[in-house]
């Protein structure tokens, strides 16, 4: 639950603070995907990310969509650094964590002004997530935990708590049913 709350909030604030021009370079990556040159959209640092906007700047056009390709590249950067939020939750989560520390580490990273500053008409932000999902997967395998970033449900703490206690058994079934 904490986790699609982090998520959903820092999705609508990044939104709604967004400026209506690009950060950084981002006037660059809009005149490649724009003019659709094929050199340098195919720029390693930021090959799947141009190559991804792109696709969805065409698919846009293709639905008769009047979306800017600003609007496009923001809207899926608030959903990546709402996810990226969450698997900083997980993380902390997963190394031990109360369920406030994982909140106030996202709350943290998503009020910061590097990470905004990077989801407001960049590129960059996306392998930022990646890099933090690939974390994420490293906490949860070294600490056995059975944790979820999707859901945080109380389920999901159970299994996590009782597996650490080790009453946790393949198949998600309990040896001891005591809470």
């Known amino acids: 639950m904490i986790p699609a709350a982090v998520a959903a909030v820092v999705f609508v604030l990044y939104v709604v603070t967004y400026a209506s021009i690009p950060a950084g370079d981002g006037y660059w990556v809009l005149d490649n995907i724009e003019r659709a040159d094929l050199v340098l959209l195919f720029n390693p640092p930021s ?4 190559l991804g ?13 009047s979306i800017a390709t600003l609007t496009i590249i923001q809207t899926v950067n608030a959903l990546a650094a709402g996810v990226g939020a969450a698997l900083l939750h997980g993380i902390v989560r997963a190394l031990g964590g109360s369920r ?6 996202a709350a943290l990273l998503a009020v910061s002004f590097g990470y905004w500053h990077f989801a407001d008409g960049e590129v960059q932000l996306l392998s930022l997530v990646v890099l933090l999902a690939i974390f994420w997967l490293i906490a949860d395998a070294r600490t056995g935990a059975t944790s979820t970033v999707t859901s945080g449900s109380a389920w999901g703490d159970f299994n996590i708590s009782n597996r650490k206690r080790g009453t946790y058994t393949r198949g998600h079934h309990f040896r001891d049913k005591t809470l």
């Open 47 to 50: 090959l799947f990310s141009q």
């Open 100 to 105: 406030l520390l994982g909140a106030l580490s």
């Open 53 to 65: 906007f792109f696709g969805l700047r065409r698919l846009a056009d293709l639905l008769g969509l």
